[in-house]
C-alpha cells in the first residue's frame, strides 16, 4: 500500500529556494519510480521531474531543467524536491506520485497521489 504525505511548501521570494519533501509510510518504497508533478491555479497539473527506483535515473520537465533537483532516500521512504531560482510562475500546489513504469512515470502518469503542499512565489 502506497501513502504519500507532502511537506516543506511555504512562501519565498523569487529568486529563492526550497526542499520539499515525500515520504511513503508504505512497505515498497524502493520499488517504485518517484515523481513530482504541480497545478497551478487555472492549469492542469503537469509532470515536473522524475527519479528511478534506485535514483540512478532523472527526468525534468523543461521549465525546471537546471534549476531543480529530484532525489531520493530509500533508507527513509522519502523523495525530495530542490527548487532554486524559484519564480513566481512555479507558484503551484506540488504533489509527489508513484508508478510501477519510470517511462510512463516521466511522460505523466502517475497511480499514486498525495495531497500536495502549496508553494508560492513572491515578486
Known amino acids: 500500500q502506497v501513502q504519500l504525505a507532502e511537506s516543506g511548501g511555504g512562501l519565498v521570494q523569487a529568486g529563492g529556494s526550497l526542499r520539499i519533501s515525500c515520504v511513503d509510510s508504505?512497505?515498497?518504497?524502493?520499488?517504485?519510480?518517484m515523481g513530482w508533478f504541480r497545478q497551478a491555479p487555472g492549469k492542469e497539473r503537469e509532470f515536473v521531474a522524475g527519479?528511478?527506483?534506485?535514483?540512478?535515473?532523472?527526468f525534468y520537465a523543461d521549465s525546471v531543467k537546471g534549476r531543480f533537483t529530484i532525489s531520493r532516500l530509500n533508507a527513509l521512504n522519502t523523495v525530495y524536491l530542490q527548487m532554486n531560482s524559484l519564480e513566481p510562475e512555479d507558484t503551484a500546489i506540488y504533489y509527489c506520485?508513484?508508478?510501477?513504469?519510470?517511462?510512463?512515470?516521466?511522460?505523466?502518469?502517475?497511480?499514486?497521489w498525495g495531497q500536495g503542499t502549496q508553494v508560492t512565489v513572491s515578486s
Open positions: 506520485a508513484s508508478h510501477w513504469i519510470y517511462e510512463q512515470l516521466i511522460l505523466g502518469k502517475a497511480s499514486y
Open positions: 508504505g512497505p515498497n518504497f524502493d520499488n517504485y519510480p
Open positions: 527519479i528511478s527506483e534506485g535514483g540512478g535515473s532523472t
